[in-house]
């Protein structure tokens, strides 16, 4: 998401160390004393500015939330959303999810949201997908048996090729959705790309994909 050099970014991120988990890996295993209760814990990789993590929030105050996003400039805006939401189940990482494995133990998560996800449409650049089966191979440790990512896209190429990458890893597609805003779905969140493109009238792909061993 290219957004407005912020200066003041790292200022912020620093001053709100309790919305913005400095030093992810230090929490591994330890989240759920962060939100003080037992709540299962899911996670949005490239948050964005946060529209979709603290609607979810809200809709499930029942579920923690945790975003991880790496653009400072992208990430200060989602954490201040979170502020004025005064939410108590949602915390923002300001991390490169390359390394998510790092920061979450086996079997800590219970879900994974994957919206508009950038293409990488370049052979050269396919391991920056966040479908990649290097990422695959992250989740599958993290997730507890039977949860789901959940990838949403306007990208048919990304939404095809991550459907390949699933099936070759072995998961288990629950659904494929080739144009989720026909089906009007009460519970679907929109996030901010959802919204531009849904304007335009553009289909929008979603997949539900689980590990189950
Ligand atoms: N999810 C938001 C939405 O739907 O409005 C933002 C979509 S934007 C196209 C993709 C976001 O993912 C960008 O903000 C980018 O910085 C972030 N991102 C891309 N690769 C990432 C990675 N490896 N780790 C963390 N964030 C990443």
Redesign the pocket.
């Known amino acids: 998401?290219r957004q407005r050099y912020k200066p003041w970014a790292n200022d912020y991120i620093k001053n709100n160390s309790h919305l913005i988990i400095p030093n992810a890996s230090d929490y591994i295993s330890k989240w759920r004393t962060l939100f003080n209760n037992q709540n299962p814990i899911h996670l949005e990789?490239?948050?964005?500015?946060g529209?979709?993590l603290v609607g979810m929030a809200k809709q499930y105050p029942n579920i923690n939330f945790i975003g991880?996003?790496?653009?400072k400039s992208?990430i200060v805006v989602a954490a201040q959303k979170m502020q004025e939401a005064n939410l108590k189940n949602v915390l923002l990482l300001n991390?490169?999810?390359?390394d998510v494995s790092s920061f979450f133990s086996a079997n800590e998560i219970s879900g994974i949201y994957l919206?508009?996800?950038?293409p990488w449409p370049k052979n050269r650049h396919e391991k920056r997908r966040?479908t990649y089966h290097t990422f695959l191979e992250q989740y599958k440790v993290i997730l507890k048996p039977g949860s789901e990512v959940v990838l949403k896209t306007d990208n048919q190429g990304l939404f095809e090729y991550s459907l390949v990458s699933f099936s070759q890893f072995g998961m288990t597609l629950e659904e494929v959705n080739l144009n989720l805003h026909e089906i009007n779905d009460s519970q679907n969140i929109m996030?901010?790309?959802?919204e531009k493109f849904a304007a335009k009238r553009q289909a929008i792909y979603r997949c539900r994909a689980a590990f189950f061993d």
């Open positions: 998401m990789i490239g948050t964005g500015k529209q979709f991880i996003e790496l653009e992208v991390e490169n999810a390359m919206n508009f996800s950038d966040l996030t901010e790309y959802e």
